[in-house]
Structure formats: C-alpha cells, structure tokens
C-alpha cells in the first residue's frame, strides 16, 4: 500500500512538472488550481466508502456467491456515487475556479468537461480499489493503479503536439480510463467483469455526453446548462 502511494503521488506531481516544462508558471497555477479543485475531494470520499464498503464485503465473505453480489453492489455504488459528483463539478467548475481564486483564473469549457471525466473515472476505481484492498491483493492493486501514469506520458506528448492544456487532461483520461478497465479485469475471480463493465461503461457514456454538453454550451448560465441536461 506504501508503494501504490507514493506511486500516485509520483504520478501526480510529474504531470504539474510536464505543464511547467511545457508552458509558463501562470499556465500551471491555472492548471493546478483547477485540477486540484475538481479531483481532490475524490479521495476523501474514497476513504469513507472504504471505511463503509469493507465491513460490507467482510459480511458476505463466507459464501462465495453472495461475495461476488457483494464486490458487484460496491462496484455500482462507486460508479453510481461517482457519476454524482462528476456532473457538478463539470458545472460548476468554470464559474468555481475564478470565483475561489480570482478572475485572473479563467479554465475553458473543453479543461471543466475534461477534468469531469477525469474526476469520475478515478472516483470510480474505487470500487475495484476496495475489492482488491479487501482480498489482500495489494500487488494487483498497485499495478493497477499506477498504469494510469501512461496517461501522464500520452498528456506529454499531446501537450507538446497541441500546445493546449486540454491535451494533457486528454491524456490523464485516456491513462485513468485504462486504469479502470485494467482494475475490473483484474478482478475477473472475484467479480461478474462483464456486468460491472457494462454497468460503468453505461456510466461512462452518460458523463462523457455531459462532457460534450458543457463543451458545447460554455457560454451559457449554470441555470442553462442544468436545463439542457436535464
């Protein structure tokens, strides 16, 4: 466990370090400012559905059928738990970022949809996160969480080709997104794989089309945005 995280905080701090390199310092307060605000609550709320989810798993432990209900319940609930939080943050971020900071600070539609999506596939492997912390199998788990660093390599090179911020949160998805699926197929003994898969790609689908709402309705009021979600 030691080891997985001090590997994401590698991870996390080499991105912040690739902006830098690849932009000036104001692009990367402005980057730091708004990727903190929309990914780091996840991992207090993390922290309390582990608290909650192992005692949970622990009770259905004994009898492998109702362990493996259990692992998928726990899967949903975290897609489920992080599709609520994703949605507002994708609302609210633009208008939260210079409201908290200053208008100096000013994120486009495309980084609030971007840091969405990011914001909810990492809040979503905490359900595999918890299944593989409860059968002991730390190793899968830190595998499986540090291959999102691939991400952070592909945001380099998109940064770099592009010129844009928004090519490294494109990056951190596509690294979170192969994380996810890695963590579920890791978990094929423990966990019906193809339901959680279809389930979260439901998920998915639905807060990547939210993505593209706020992409395409940046000019528009929160009250606005709400109303074309809905």
Known sequence: MMINGV??????QLDQVFVANLFDLKMLALYALG??????????????????????LGNAKGNP???????????LVAACMAAAY???VGLVLDQLVPLLYGRQYQVTEAFCALAMVDAFLRFCRGGPNLILLHQG???RLTVGNMVAGIGTLIGLGLGYWSGRLEGVMVGLVIGDFISLVLLLGLLRQHLSVAKA???????????GAAAVTI??????????????FL
């Not at 590997?7 to 996390?12: I, R």
């Not at 903190?36 to 005692?55: H, M, W, Y």
């Not at 992409?215 to 074309?228: H, N, T, Y």
């Open 197 to 207: 898969m279809f389930h979260t790609g439901v998920l998915t689908a639905t807060v």
């Open 86 to 88: 994703a949605l507002p």
């Open 137 to 139: 199998l730390t190793s």
């Open 35 to 56: 990727i903190n605000l929309a990914i780091t609550p996840t991992a207090p709320l993390q922290a309390i559905g582990q608290k909650l989810g192992l005692p949970f």
């Open 215 to 228: 992409w395409a309705a940046g000019d528009l009021g929160i009250g606005e945005r709400v109303v074309i």
């Open 65 to 75: 059928q109702v362990a493996r209900q259990a692992a998928l319940l726990a899967m």
């Open 7 to 12: 590997g994401l905080m590698a991870v996390k």
